[in-house]
């Protein structure tokens, strides 16, 4: 049957994707939580691919990702954020209101703790923030690999925070996937019934060179560390693919000129591992 509505599909190019089967569940789920917590580590093990780059330093994320999981019985959309902290600047500001935004614009709230220490002021900030919101959330101890002889009482700070709101309460491990499966089968049983909103192959709403300027940026992160800020911005300028390789030509804009020299480092040094390192991840 040709409808008009089925025109409008086609013209769209959402004629794509498939009509997902009766009960078939779908929704967002962001997952929001302190620096450094592991939220990135934890939307690519879900997927099963890289998507957003992860480090030890805290601020890895910038923008708002979206991860893909699409199984037999529901898709579910993750989207990853920037770590929330207490702001002090305009800019926090800035990063607390995309929060909120964020926080209001999902189905489900995922907000992920570092299990494996105790809950602090952090992790309050961002229940008070959450406390505003009419999306149910879940509570995601992660980390539970590095959790040391006193877990119980780790637990039990955590458990305080989760308990007035009658807020569920799941343990896993982004690192090694421990208990992942159980995570997946709570937040399927929050979505309600729903269409794929994406088709089912796709894992990410990123276009590719996205992917590869940040897979760029996170070598940089994790080779030079403090020396470089996280104002380090990547432009990939042009993609050449051939046959049997791809060129990569991509731009690395520092904000100070003294940032330059340690970015190249000695004879090139620098450049050269951070290029081979990013090789390595672009091509897997
Ligand atoms: N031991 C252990 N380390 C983890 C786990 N999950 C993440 N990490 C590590 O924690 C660090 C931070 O991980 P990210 O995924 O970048 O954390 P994030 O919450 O996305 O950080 P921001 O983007 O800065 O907010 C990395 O070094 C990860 O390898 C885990 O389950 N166990
Ligand atoms: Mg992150």
Do not use: C
Request: glycine content about 8%; cysteine-free.
């Amino acid at each position: 049957m040709n409808s008009i509505d089925d025109h409008i599909l086609e013209l769209s190019g959402e004629a794509t994707i498939p009509q997902a089967p009766a009960g078939y569940k779908s929704g967002f789920i962001g997952i929001i939580g302190r620096p450094n917590v592991g939220k990135s580590t934890l939307m690519n093990q879900l997927v099963g691919q890289k998507i957003a780059i992860t480090s030890p330093v805290a601020q890895t994320t910038r923008n708002r990702l979206r991860g893909i999981l699409t199984t037999s019985e529901a898709q579910l959309i993750f989207v990853d954020t920037p770590g929330i902290h207490k702001p002090h600047h305009q800019l926090g500001k800035v990063l607390v209101q995309n929060a909120r935004i964020a926080i209001d614009s999902v189905d489900v709230v995922l907000f992920v703790v570092d299990g494996s220490v105790e809950a602090g002021g952090g992790d309050r900030y961002i229940v008070e923030l959450l406390t505003h919101t009419k999306t149910p959330v879940i509570l995601g101890l992660n980390k539970i690999d590095q959790q040391p002889q006193d877990a119980e009482y780790l637990d039990s700070t955590y458990m305080q925070l989760a308990e007035p709101y009658g807020w569920q309460v799941v343990k896993f491990s982004a690192l090694s996937g421990d208990e992942l499966p159980t995570l997946q089968q709570l937040l399927i049983k929050q979505l309600e019934p729903g269409p794929y909103y994406y088709p089912p192959d796709l894992v990410t709403d990123q276009p590719e060179r996205f992917i590869m300027g940040e897979l760029i940026r996170e070598q940089i992160l994790l080779l030079t560390r403090e020396e470089i800020p996280h104002s380090v911005a990547i432009a990939i300028e042009k993609v050449e693919e051939e046959a049997t390789i791809t060129r990569v030509f991509a731009a690395i804009n520092v904000e100070r000129d003294s940032q330059k020299g340690i970015l190249i480092g000695k004879g090139g040094s620098m450049l050269k591992t951070i290029g081979s390192a990013a090789r390595e991840q672009i091509k897997s």
